[in-house]
């Protein structure tokens, strides 16, 4: 009985991975297909296979390079970003234990920002700091700003979130007037648009990156997910059972800001997707870490090509900030959140 639950297991979860990895080659092959130059789905695989050496299908030059110079790139690090930021939410709810934590709503991404902005602007560190260093340190300083305003607070589920507006709102004008007092006409035009988030001048280093810290975050989020399982049974219950609480803590919000600031550097400030992503999964997949921190993984992945793809079609030949097509998503559920707590008060 017990050789036969595990081998229906093992299926359901190699059945489940193959599913998932289907799901994300067709969201991938159908983001790089969308734009004003239409590519069909076949003719991106074909350009796939012929690129790996298992197909040799003659194809157009021109569709070559806009798959493999721009589209598929781009595809590409919008999923690792939304698999980061959908990890984010996972470990940011838990550990809070606020069902609203999520780096954008902590304040988290409007302190990468600034760190962002800081290096491209001010030129801080050039050649010694990088983008992505800037934008950590900018994340890192704003959970130290809401820890400090959270710290010793009973039940501070609330004010967690007020401590995440005041961080968001802290950053955001520190970011603005570093752009009105320091930053050219174009340059202000860019860094704008670039915080509404947009993946439009990613590529293959990009995504080298993203990819590389992505997976590293969740590897470490996975790795104390039996440690999250007990957390969400408060720190006390945690404590009982000899898990070292406050070392757990700075590890996964170091992995945490690490994620949102890389993210941020190469995509600008992105919101919701780490609010959405973990209920919708959680609904789906149940309380258990494990299985929520790779389901939100690959949920976030399909749900930021999508929104995209959106943010390239919706106005045509113009492009929408991604951030822009999150934030009408995530808006409305956040409400949503608040609404049901309200009730339950």
């Known amino acids: 009985m017990s050789a036969g639950r595990l081998t229906s297991k093992l299926i359901?979860?190699?059945v489940l991975t193959l599913v998932?990895?289907?799901l994300l080659l067709l969201m991938?092959?159908?983001?790089v297909g969308v734009g004003e130059l239409s590519i069909p789905l076949q003719t991106t695989f074909y350009a796939f296979g012929n690129k790996l050496g298992l197909t040799a299908v003659p194809l157009n030059r021109i569709h070559e390079t806009v798959i493999w110079d721009f589209r598929l790139s781009r595809a590409l690090v919008a999923a690792?970003?939304?698999a980061g930021l959908a990890v984010c939410g996972v470990v940011l709810q838990c550990l809070l234990k606020n069902a609203l934590a999520e780096?954008?709503?902590?304040?988290v991404s409007a302190g990468a920002s600034t760190g962002a902005v800081s290096v491209v602007v001010l030129g801080l560190g050039t050649g010694a700091v990088s983008l992505s260093a800037g934008a950590f340190t900018?994340?890192?300083a704003a959970f130290a700003f809401v820890a400090i305003l959270t710290n010793g607070a009973r039940g501070g589920s609330e004010r967690t979130i007020l401590a995440g507006v005041a961080a968001s709102q802290l950053f955001n004008a520190?970011?603005?007037y570093i752009i009105s007092t320091s930053a050219n006409a174009q340059q202000a035009r860019d860094v704008m648009f670039w915080l509404l988030g947009s993946f439009s001048g990613v590529r293959w280093p990009e995504f080298t990156l993203v990819m590389t810290v992505v997976m590293l975050g969740l590897a470490v989020c996975l790795w104390y997910?039996?440690?999250l399982d007990a957390f969400t049974f408060g720190e006390d219950a945690a404590a009982s059972l000899g898990i070292p609480v406050g070392f757990i803590r700075l590890v996964l919000f170091s992995a945490t800001a690490l994620m949102a600031a890389t993210i941020v550097s190469m995509a600008g400030s992105i919101g919701f997707v780490g609010l959405v992503v973990p209920h919708v999964v959680r609904y789906f997949s149940g309380p258990l870490h494990r299985p929520l921190l790779l389901a939100s993984a690959v949920v976030g992945a399909l749900f930021m090509m999508l929104a995209d793809i959106v943010s390239r079609t919706a106005i045509a030949p113009q492009t929408l900030p991604v951030g822009v097509v999150t934030s009408l998503v995530g808006v409305p559920f956040f409400a949503a959140i608040l609404y049901r707590a309200r009730r339950k008060l």
């Open 20 to 22: 998932s990895l289907l």
């Open 138 to 140: 900018g994340a890192f």
């Open 174 to 176: 520190i970011t603005a």
């Open 103 to 107: 780096p954008y709503v902590l304040g």
């Open 12 to 14: 359901r979860r190699t």
């Open 225 to 227: 997910a039996k440690a």
């Open 80 to 82: 690792c970003s939304g």
């Open 28 to 31: 991938a092959g159908f983001a």
